[in-house]
């Protein structure tokens, strides 16, 4: 755990139970302030309770006693409009921050020269931290790892010279720390997002930009118009901006060409990694994460044969685009995190003689997007509410068999694949929300697992 010590002596308000609101709570108590909670959900302020912490109804406080209100990023600050809580903070004219301002307050205090890596971007920002910190442990580095992806920021160990943080920072998380300056700070891509949240695309980027605004050294995606302008503008100071992507080869960048990543920071361009073969690293947007990913490892002084080595060695996240197994020329591909057609168009760009299974809750806009690659597609396996609007959207271009569930899906497709005359995918990419017959992606995800290794003669690959 981190204390954080900075309200020593002084009452603060919270607002939000969940696991970062709880931690928070804990390292705010230890820290030597004295914490007044509150919840919707009566079994949090039950269990906040139990762990010693003060609960109250926070509408009836008087917030004259408090010295900021400690919000929790599930909840409007601003869009679309402020909670309760954020209302009556402003009323008492004091701070509304978030747990990372805490972690940054703390760092500034006992050790600022603490290498802290943050990360952010609407897409690609978990796998980009998760990769980032399995490179740095390769380096022998003592690398705590956490934010927006596991554990909570101020349950990981104290900031320190000799210690590096990997936080994947949202835009909720983002908005919530004014103070944020890590050493390296990464942003990777915006598209519209969040949108209900904060009001418009330009509000949007600008929380993001905020990320790399005040960071000693600033990796920048420049694969989209946003990010491009984001450079421009924070360009011409003595600071390093490292530019990533597909995109731009011009110094001062790194860039992925060719299944290769290429430093072209120092001198002529010069080949750090190869991702051929690596599975957990496909596609494009995979190359734009390892690319970002190689940045840091690079600004952190990481040999190239380190990097090349942890790349090849990285297992990838859970439910994307995760190698589940393989039986005879099938490979099994679990990327149930994909819950829109943006996701899904990921995994259908990286794959050819896919088998695919589909469906569940849908999103606006169905998989009408995705017709251009229909053509790679030689069965669709639909599952869930969504199946009759997805049948119509395939009808007459790509064959279908409608399962109704996961099981049946994954027992045709395994058996349509294994009859196929060429190497097969069988690839669960929903492009649907999970919640009419699983209570999350996680849960759809890891039932595909299960069916899949039930299946005869499956040998089991890294995602197993």
Request: charge should be negative; hydrophobic fraction near 40%.
């Amino acid at each position: 755990m981190t204390p954080a010590t900075t309200f020593a002596g002084r009452t603060v308000a919270l607002f939000g139970l969940g696991g970062s609101g709880l931690a928070t709570a804990l390292a705010l108590k230890e820290g030597g302030a004295q914490v007044v909670a509150c919840d919707d959900n009566p079994a949090k302020m039950a269990e906040a309770a139990a762990r010693g912490i003060e609960t109250a109804d926070l509408r009836t406080a008087d917030w004259s006693r408090f010295a900021a209100l400690l919000l929790s990023p599930g909840v409007p600050l601003t869009h679309p409009e402020p909670h309760w809580s954020a209302k009556l903070a402003k009323e008492a004219g004091i701070e509304i921050i978030g747990d990372i301002e805490l972690f940054c307050r703390e760092r500034a205090k006992l050790a600022p020269n603490a290498p802290f890596i943050a990360i952010t971007g609407t897409n690609g920002k978990s796998t980009t931290t998760a990769l980032v910190a399995h490179i740095l442990r390769a380096a022998g580095h003592d690398v705590q790892m956490g934010g927006n992806i596991g554990t909570a920021i101020l349950s990981l160990e104290l900031p320190s010279e000799d210690r590096i943080h990997v936080i994947e920072c949202s835009s909720f998380q983002i908005d919530l720390a004014p103070s944020l300056a890590p050493s390296i700070g990464v942003q990777l891509n915006v598209s519209p997002d969040h949108l209900d949240r904060h009001g418009t695309i330009a509000e949007y980027a600008a929380i993001k930009e905020r990320l790399v605004a005040k960071a000693d050294k600033a990796i920048i995606g420049v694969d989209d118009d946003i990010d491009r302008a984001m450079v421009a503008r924070l360009s011409g100071g003595k600071r390093t901006i490292v530019r990533v992507g597909l995109t731009d080869h011009a110094a001062g960048s790194v860039y992925a060409e060719g299944g290769r990543i290429v430093s072209h920071l120092e001198g002529e361009p010069r080949r750090i990694a190869d991702l051929s073969g690596v599975g957990s690293l496909r596609g494009d947007h995979n190359a734009q994460n390892a690319a970002a990913a190689v940045a840091v490892a690079l600004l952190s002084g990481v040999e190239a044969a380190t990097i090349q080595s942890a790349l090849r060695s990285f297992p990838g996240l859970p439910h994307r685009m995760e190698e589940i197994g393989q039986s005879g020329k099938t490979l099994f591909i679990n990327d149930s995190k994909a819950t829109n057609a943006d996701s899904t168009e990921k995994a259908l760009k990286s794959f050819d003689n896919i088998f695919w299974i589909l469906g569940g809750k849908a999103k606006e806009g169905g998989i009408t997007t995705l017709r251009s690659y229909f053509p790679q597609i030689r069965k669709a396996y639909l599952i869930g509410a969504s199946s009759e609007e997805f049948a119509k959207t395939l009808e007459g271009e790509v064959p279908y068999a409608l399962c109704s569930t996961l099981d049946r899906a994954v027992e045709q497709a395994a058996h349509d694949a294994a009859a196929s005359d060429a190497a097969a995918v069988v690839l669960l990419s929903p492009a649907c929300a999970s919640y009419d017959q699983y209570p999350n992606y996680e849960m759809r995800g890891n039932h595909f697992r299960e069916l899949v290794r039930a299946l005869p003669g499956i040998n089991p690959t890294m995602g197993a």
